[in-house]
């Protein structure tokens, strides 16, 4: 399923995630990626003072942000002219997963960031996630989809990480208004936008060989676009896959 809806209110439901860096970290971790890697909060986006405080290179970049008309609208345009992807296979530049679950798009934005680029080799060996992404990079999008569905140990880790949060963990079926979408570095050295709800991975330019997801060029290809669309609300904030600090 790669087409640009919400997941009917008959989908699977998972419990919204808290962009918190901590419960982000520990879901990854338990899911197989290496103690080497960490989530970090990025306080700002254009202030290189505060940019300087996260590991480099930076892996990849999530964005929280509101689901708002004017961003819907964007979407649904931008969607409107292209074709569902039906890449798969150890070719892609990228491996990307379609939402099919409800308030996954967190879930769906960590699969995003571990299982591309470098990060992708800091994935351990045996682990969970490993054979997540070995099991999907052959499958059409439709077929990554069931897989994820049919995975009762991600749906296990996802639900004990969840209930965690700082604030009281929303129901699986409520209607969230904020949405994840990740950025990476691909295989091509290209920068990707990797979001569940759009009908497959977006390429947004070319990265040089010494830039990675928070340098200037790549915050102007991704990101920052999104704040300027949404420039009256401030509900967005970010993390950041990058090197561990402890």
């Not at 986006?45 to 405080?53: E, R, V």
């Not at 990476?184 to 979001?195: F, I, S």
Request: proline fraction near 8%; glycine fraction near 8%.
């Amino acid at each position: 399923m790669s087409q640009p809806t919400d997941p009917p209110a008959s989908a699977p439901a998972f419990i919204p995630l808290e962009a918190n860096p901590e419960l982000l970290t520990s879901l990854l971790r338990s899911l197989g990626l290496s103690p080497a890697l960490s989530m970090h909060d990025v306080y700002s986006l254009t202030d290189p003072s505060l940019l300087a405080f996260i590991p480099r290179p930076a892996l990849a970049l999530l964005l929280v942000f509101p689901v708002s008309a004017a961003y819907e609208s964007h979407r649904l345009a931008e969607d409107a002219s292209l074709e569902p992807y039906t890449g798969k296979g150890p070719s892609e530049p990228v491996l990307w997963f379609p939402q099919t679950i409800r308030n996954a798009c967190g879930l769906m934005g960590l699969l995003h960031a571990a299982g591309n680029g470098e990060a992708r080799g800091f994935v351990e060996e045996g682990s969970d996630l490993e054979r997540l992404i070995k099991a999907a990079e052959p499958l059409d999008p439709e077929g990554r989809a069931r897989l994820l569905e049919r995975d009762e140990t991600l749906a296990s880790a996802h639900r004990a990480v969840a209930e965690k949060g700082d604030t009281a963990a929303p129901d699986a079926r409520d209607d969230v208004d904020l949405h994840y979408v990740c950025f990476v570095k691909g295989r091509d050295g290209a920068l990707w936008e990797m979001d569940g709800r759009r009908k497959g991975p977006l390429k947004r330019g070319e990265l040089d060989r010494d830039e990675d997801v928070l340098s200037d060029k790549a915050l102007a290809l991704g990101p920052l676009k999104f704040l300027e669309r949404e420039a009256a609300d401030l509900r967005f904030s970010c993390v950041a896959l990058a090197g561990s600090l402890d």
